[in-house]
């Protein structure tokens, strides 16, 4: 195997035995400069291999006789747990101690684990948390990484980026790695980083290989629109995109009451339902994850067939992030936006990015399907677990639905306790419930992990019903 680059015996073992059989672009360019004691900065997307990129020359410099010598700095608590996992591997071979820190679970047991670790990966917030307790020393730091700058920028993290950077020694190699330059990542690379080299590589995904739609439906059918399509579409690893925690609880619940096979991931979760959610959701046992971007944010899942966006992405930037999940290294994959008025003026900021295409599909017969708006806190309810209802067992009969009137056997197969994806639940309204829009709703697009614990960033979400927009059969009309 020649991977053009030279690594120490161990690392390059667990490289071979990682799968590695080559180099990505961005593992290519960035490899050899970061082990030259570069600082660098890398413009890439999830799933462009840029952990390794980071990690293996980062593990070349670590002498396990020494405490903490490098820092690694994600956005959420998700990314912070895979880039630690990713780390363990590519260290397998050496005896050098990974942990992570992030917020939302008890701090004790980190304080203990800090006296002995080599490499913290840490959310901002509790990285901040221990270093105002004196409970992490920063001063033999020699490798500080910036992992999803714009991420953590967007969040809200700026101040506690500052402020822990500002306690690691100044003759620091700094790596930083980010899908957008922000102004804000500009400030940082010219305070902040010494002749960083710039590294950029195309898109991981292949857009030639994206199918790009989307369906102009009143709000109220929706969710009907939605199990059509997941039945007539037969996907295989599907994430849905809703604007809110809100969304992402009721949507579940109500893609549970149908049978179909899901969980929900949003911030607002334990670590512990959380981590199960993304576990299931890699792990194939469940095929549908219901996701805000926050919590999303970084995740590297193979092999999803779908994206969907329930609610339309604020801004174009966003929706990249978002279909970057699917047509990966020569898949084919589609993306599915489902606009409604409150999304209107969303998806035009989306539109407005000359370069993205989206051709819209006249919308199909299709069965009304009810809805459960649900409780404001939408946790509620007699067998519901917020954030995922994972409904496994029961016959696999499968949804089944009318389109036009007609009968349709098989097609999605969700998995049902409650027979032919009929809602029959005792004590619970089965009228037909109109959806409500996402409009008014808080929507937590900043998650933010603070102190002890993860603290959301409001933004507002309040509805945009804008003018009208005109739009032509293939694509959208800015």
């Known amino acids: ?32 400069l970061i082990q030259k004691g570069q600082d660098v900065i890398g413009q890439s ?18 002498n ?7 820092v690694i700095l994600v956005p959420t608590r998700e990314l912070c747990e895979q880039v630690a996992t990713e780390m363990r591997k ?30 913290v990966v840490a959310t901002p917030g509790r990285m901040l948390d221990h270093v105002q307790r004196r409970t992490i020393q920063l001063n033999q730091v020699r490798t500080l990484i910036l992992d999803e700058a714009d991420k953590m920028f967007e969040m809200g993290f700026i101040e ?40 950029k590589v195309q898109s991981y995904v292949e857009e030639s290989k994206m199918k790009q739609q989307f369906y102009d439906i009143e709000s109220k059918n929706k969710f009907s629109l939605l199990m059509h399509l997941l039945k007539h579409e037969s996907p295989g690893l599907t994430l849905i995109f809703c604007a809110t925690r809100r969304r992402v609880d009721v949507l579940s619940k109500n893609l549970y009451k149908q049978g179909v096979n899901s969980e929900g991931l949003h911030g607002g979760l334990t670590q512990n339902r959380r981590k199960r959610a993304i576990d299931l959701f890699h792990n194939k046992k469940i095929d549908i994850l219901v996701a805000s971007d926050v919590a999303a944010r970084g995740l590297d899942i193979k092999n999803v067939s779908h994206v969907i966006n329930y609610d339309s992405p604020k801004t174009s930037k966003e929706y990249i992030h978002r279909i970057g999940r ?59 677990r917020r954030g995922g209802y994972s409904n496994r067992g029961g016959h696999r009969g499968g949804y089944r639905g009318h ?30 419930s109109g959806e409500r829009s996402h409009s008014g709703e808080r ?28 739009h032509r059969r293939r694509g959208y009309s800015r």
């Open 1 to 32: 195997m020649n991977l053009d680059i030279n690594l120490k015996p161990e690392l390059a073992r667990a490289f071979q035995e990682l799968g590695f059989s080559e180099l990505t672009d961005i593992q290519r360019k960035a490899i050899p």
């Open 326 to 384: 699917t047509a990966r290294a020569g898949q084919e994959g589609t993306v599915i936006s489902l606009i409604a008025e409150a999304d209107h003026e969303n998806f035009r900021n989306v539109m407005s990015d000359r370069s993205i295409v989206i051709e819209q599909v006249q919308v199909p017969q299709f069965e009304r399907v009810a809805f459960f708006a649900g409780s404001r806190d939408s946790g509620q309810g007699r067998g519901d």
């Open 403 to 432: 389109s036009g009137g007609r009968s349709h056997g098989g097609g999605y197969r969700g998995r049902s306790s409650h027979g032919s994806g009929r809602s029959h639940h005792s004590g619970e309204r089965s009228s037909y």
């Open 90 to 119: 590519f260290a397998k071979h050496m005896r050098v101690k990974i942990i992570q820190v992030y917020g939302g679970v008890s701090i004790n047991p980190q304080i203990h684990s800090l006296m002995s670790a080599n490499i």
């Open 160 to 199: 506690d980026v500052e402020k822990i950077i500002s306690q690691i020694p100044k003759d620091r190699q700094t790596l930083l790695f980010s899908a957008t330059i922000s102004t804000q990542v500009q400030d940082i690379v010219r305070h902040h980083m010494k002749h960083p080299v710039k590294v």
């Open 443 to 470: 929507s937590h697009s900043g998650e933010r992990s603070h102190r002890s614990g993860e603290r959301p960033s409001h933004s507002g979400g309040r509805s945009h019903r804008g003018g009208g927009y005109h």
């Open 45 to 62: 997307q999830t799933g462009s291999g840029k952990t390794a990129a980071f990690g293996f020359p980062t593990l070349e410099k670590i």
């Open 64 to 70: 396990p006789a020494y405490r903490l010598q490098a």
